[in-house]
């Protein structure tokens, strides 16, 4: 079975500093992955996908994230955060290949902007 | 843009009560899925939906789950007899298939007492 391991619970950093949240994956094959989004009473905002190809994904509001297969990773990157980027960031992996539609999601990184 | 929509975005239930919560998916879309998230945990899957039947549910999808798509729009999740621990946030998600982007909706914040 898939699972995901966001091995931050909380990070800090100061505005305008660049930003990198782990996420490690386990599954069988290749898997599809993703990044949400969710700040404080809203519901998950989908921020980038990987499904095949080129591993280094654009998504949206600036942020990034790299496949690596060899170290089971998809980490996220942003070059300078901004105040409004504040949220707790959820990494996910789908299993579609293997007929499941679920997706199993990491517990989550909350992210804190300082001024 | 399309978005999922999701009532009421607050409920409050006595134990052992029923609830129903809805959502709206969106128009075009075809696969339909419950989420959990109980406060500080992660985010769990509880069932999918497709052609009007389950496709797949975990184990937390026990008998005292139920979901339906009752008309075109509407897809709802009903808890029969509510337990002090279903209290969670529920978000709905909807795809157009099976490969694409599971979108979300802004989620259902159920307190059972």
């Known amino acids: 079975a898939q699972s995901v391991t966001q091995p931050d619970i909380h990070i800090t950093v100061s505005e305008g500093a660049s930003l990198e949240l782990r996420c490690n994956y386990s599954y069988g094959a290749t898997p599809y992955l993703f990044w949400y989004v969710q700040s404080p009473g809203q519901g998950l905002q989908l921020l980038l996908k990987y499904f095949s190809g080129d591993t280094l994904v654009q998504g949206i509001k600036g942020f990034e994230a790299e496949f690596k297969r060899s170290q089971s990773s998809f980490n996220l990157r942003k070059p300078s955060v901004h105040w409004s980027d504040a949220a707790e960031y959820f990494c996910?992996?789908?299993?579609?290949?293997?007929?499941?539609?679920?997706?199993?999601f990491g517990k989550g990184t909350k992210l804190t902007v300082n001024p | 843009e399309p978005e999922v929509t999701q009532t009421p975005s607050h409920q409050v239930t006595q134990m052992g009560q029923e609830v129903i919560l809805r959502c709206v998916p969106i128009?075009?879309?075809?696969?339909f899925y419950w989420y959990r998230q109980i406060l500080g945990q992660k985010v769990e899957f509880l069932v999918s939906?497709?052609?009007?039947?389950?496709?797949?549910k975990s184990e937390i999808f026990d008998d005292q789950f139920s979901v339906e798509r009752p008309d075109g729009s509407n897809f709802t999740l009903k808890i029969r007899s509510t337990k002090l621990e279903d209290s969670a946030m529920y978000f709905c998600?909807?795809?157009?298939?099976?490969?694409?982007?599971?979108?979300f909706g802004p989620g259902t914040r159920l307190l059972v007492l």
């Open positions: 996910a992996v789908g299993a579609h290949l293997s007929g499941s539609e679920k997706l199993v």
């Open positions: 939906f497709y052609n009007n039947e389950i496709s797949e």
């Open positions: 128009s075009n879309h075809l696969y």
């Open positions: 998600a909807s795809s157009s298939s099976l490969q694409e982007t599971q979108y």
